[in-house]
Nanobody
Framework: QVQLVESGGGLVQAGGSLRLSCAASGRTFSSYTMGWFRQAPGKEREFVAFITWGGGTTNYADSVKDRFTISRDNAKNTVYLQMNSLKPEDTAIYYC??????????????????WGQGTQVTVSS
């Protein structure tokens, strides 16, 4: 059974940093793009970043570019999201996800078919 477990969320002041982790189990994900999405209160879930299977390509939403960094460790089946210079508008539940197809990329929710339960990130002003 495939399972994704996020961790690392919490409460931080504006300008601070957090590092999210997403540990995957149930199969090997080294052939799959992994993504991070977020959902703020009252808003739809939105794309944050993805990283391709070997880590060679990353893509970020404009709102987080130059502040967030996605990375992965395939030996540990884990993907990370380093978040720096956090802003109150980054407050959301953050989810990791696995692309539905090997060796494919995508920015849309329906490109991904396994999701974690989410971790809350709250940035105070």
């Amino acid at each position: 059974q495939v399972q994704l477990v996020e961790s690392g969320g919490g409460l931080v002041q504006a300008g601070g940093s957090l590092r999210l982790s997403c540990a995957a189990s149930g199969r090997t994900f080294s052939s799959y793009t992994m993504g991070w999405f977020r959902q703020a209160p009252g808003k739809e879930r939105e794309f944050v970043a993805f990283i391709t299977w070997g880590g060679g390509t990353t893509n970020y939403a404009d709102s987080v570019k130059d502040r967030f960094t996605i990375s992965r460790d395939n030996a540990k089946n884990t993907v990370y999201l380093q978040m720096n210079s956090l802003k109150p508008e980054d407050t959301a539940i953050y989810y990791c996800a696995v692309h539905r197809s090997a060796y494919r990329v995508g920015l849309r929710e329906n490109n991904y078919d396994y999701w974690g339960q989410g971790t809350q990130v709250t940035v105070s002003s």
